[in-house]
């Protein structure tokens, strides 16, 4: 019984973390994608680039929507990182449109982890995956994706969940569980304050 009332005071913090850093640190949704008008940092970078090699190839490859492919490139690398979601984006990695916000606490990658190792074997969580990559493509579409990401909560707490069952398989877990909780309360309140 205590090692399940352990259990679920850890999934509870799990799923508090996000919606609440959301409450804390308000997000600005902003509706504008990437295929706004070049600017002029963009165009001198295009120039430049374009300049530096002068080969037919180029000129036919580099065009104008390679601006757009590399806006698109870095959003989606953004999403990709973990960093983004249990490390909250170190400030100085300063990328437009990302926010630095707490998501998950940093020690539940362990149960990320666990979830990959879980799913890998087992079929039926594809669906889990294609769902996180599909939002993930989408949301790179989006100039700033500050508070949009909120939409892979479901997944990704879905799998971090899926990993801390994986983690209960093991004979000393409450031990891990109750460390990752003290350690879950920390960060809270480190947000709070």
């Known amino acids: 019984m205590g090692k399940k009332a352990i259990w679920l005071i850890l999934i509870a913090g ?28 963009e165009k001198w970078n295009f120039e430049k680039r374009l300049a530096l090699d002068t080969s037919r190839f180029k000129k036919v490859y580099y065009n104008k929507t390679t601006v757009i492919k590399e806006r698109y490139l870095k959003n989606f690398l953004v999403m990709l990182d973990l960093n983004n979601y249990f490390f909250g984006m170190h400030p100085r990695e300063d990328v437009s449109g990302v926010d630095y916000r707490f998501k998950y606490p940093f020690v539940t990658i362990i149960f990320l982890i666990l979830a990959i190792k879980a799913t890998v074997n087992n079929k039926k969580y594809i669906k889990v ?3 996180f990559l599909a939002e993930i493509f989408l949301l790179s579409l989006m100039k700033q994706i500050d508070g949009w990401d909120a939409i ?30 003290i350690l879950m309360a920390i960060e809270i309140g480190r947000l709070l304050i």
Do not use: C, M
């Not at 799923?15 to 940092?41: C, G, M, N, R």
């Not at 801390?164 to 569980?177: A, C, G, H, P, T």
């Open 14 to 41: 799990i799923v508090i973390s996000w919606p609440l850093s959301l409450i804390v640190k308000p997000a600005h949704f902003d509706k504008a994608t990437i295929f706004y008008p070049i600017t002029e940092q």
């Open 129 to 131: 995956w294609l769902i």
């Open 152 to 181: 892979l909560f479901l997944p990704l707490t879905y799998l971090l969940s899926i990993g801390s069952r994986e983690l209960n398989k093991y004979k000393f877990s409450w031990v891990i569980n109750l460390a990752v909780i």
